[in-house]
């Protein structure tokens, strides 16, 4: 079991930055890849960003590329994620997730390739 906890949401102007934390817990040692997804009311979960583990390689959606980098602090089990530029529809709850991946490769932006995922967080961004 990984047990993933968020923080560092708000409310911040259009235009403006936040950086949101993920801290994993228990069975770290087994996961392939960490990921951001977001939902806004009403619309699907969505993929935000993604970063393997072992390699730390990223990925991120188009509408949040240039915008949102991925980071990480191994000491610390924590993967961040530095927002830049907010727009409002950049308005949502962030959710980070851990993925285990059975296989070599697992694709990362799929919200069916994770299993393990954090209580979100909320990020509004005002115009």
């Known amino acids: 079991q990984v047990q993933l906890v968020e923080s560092g949401g708000g409310l911040v102007q259009a235009g403006g930055s936040l950086r949101l934390s993920c801290t994993a817990s228990?069975?770290?040692?087994?996961?392939?890849?960490i990921g951001w997804f977001r939902q806004a009311p009403g619309k699907e979960r969505e993929f935000v960003g993604g970063?393997?583990?072992?390699?730390?390689?990223?990925y991120y959606a188009d509408s949040v590329k240039g915008r949102f980098t991925m980071s990480r602090d191994n000491a610390k089990n924590t993967v961040y994620l530095q927002m830049n530029s907010l727009k409002p529809e950049d308005t949502a709850v962030y959710y980070c997730?851990?993925?285990?991946?059975?296989?070599?490769?697992?694709?990362?932006?799929?919200?069916?390739?994770?299993?393990?995922w954090g209580q979100g967080t909320q990020v509004t961004v005002s115009s």
């Open positions: 997730a851990a993925a285990r991946c059975s296989y070599s490769y697992c694709p990362i932006s799929p919200v069916s390739t994770y299993d393990y």
């Open positions: 228990g069975r770290t040692s087994t996961t392939y890849a």
């Open positions: 970063m393997t583990w072992r390699d730390g390689d990223t």
